[in-house]
Structures are given as structure tokens and as C-alpha cells.
């Protein structure tokens, strides 16, 4: 039990600080608890991704990816760069680059801020990285 406690706070640790707002955290919050049994990789993702978050005010969220935020960022494993828009389940496509939150992408990148690096694993459990290069 303590290699295993030792071990998630090793991976706590290595992840970046991230905020979001008050309103935003609840409906997310929701939204993964609402969706574990059909996504319940992502949704636990999500969620411990939530709940590791600092909730800040509007005023400090400039410059932080939020829902409908437009991002770019780069693949760590390859370099090329993409800019997608971060939004809810219904509204997503993938045309248009509007990539859901309920992706492992999406819950990576929700709370990060430009210069902030994160690493995760993909559904075939590979280790990806990505960096946040802008926001808006």
C-alpha cells in the first residue's frame, strides 16, 4: 500500500499546477461522473484531473485553457503543432478541430496554461506528451 500511495503522490508531483473556474469545475465535474460507464478511462481522467485543480477566479484564467478555448499545441513525441477549440461532447467535430473534452487531448489540456507540459496515456497505453503553446 505505501509503494503504491508513494507512487501516485511521485505522479501528482510531476504534473503541472492547473486552474479553472468555480462553474466550470461543477459542470465538468458532472459531466465525468455522468459518462463513466460509457468512457470510463477518460472520465477518470477527467476527473483527477478536476480534482487536483486549483479553482481560481475569472480574472486569473488569462492565458488558461478553458472550455471554448481556441489552443494550440505541440505532440511532444512528434513536434508538429495543432490548434483545435476545447468544447463539450455534443458540440464536437473533428472538421472543425473542435475536440471534445471527454478525449484523452481534451482532459489533458483543460487547466494548463502556455508553456505547461503534460504527459498521459493514450487508450492503447502509450505515454504522449503535450505542450501548450498558445490560448485564446
Known sequence: MQKFEAEI???QSALPPIKIAD?????LNSLANSTMDLFPRVAQFLARELERATIAQESDLSGVVRMGSRVIYRDDGTGSSR???LVYPHQANIELNQISILTPVG???IGLSVGQRIEFETPDKRTRGLTVLAVS
Open 9 to 11: 503522490r511521485r505522479e
Open 23 to 27: 462553474g466550470e469545475s461543477r459542470r
Open 83 to 85: 490548434e483545435i477549440v
Open 107 to 109: 482532459a489533458a489540456l
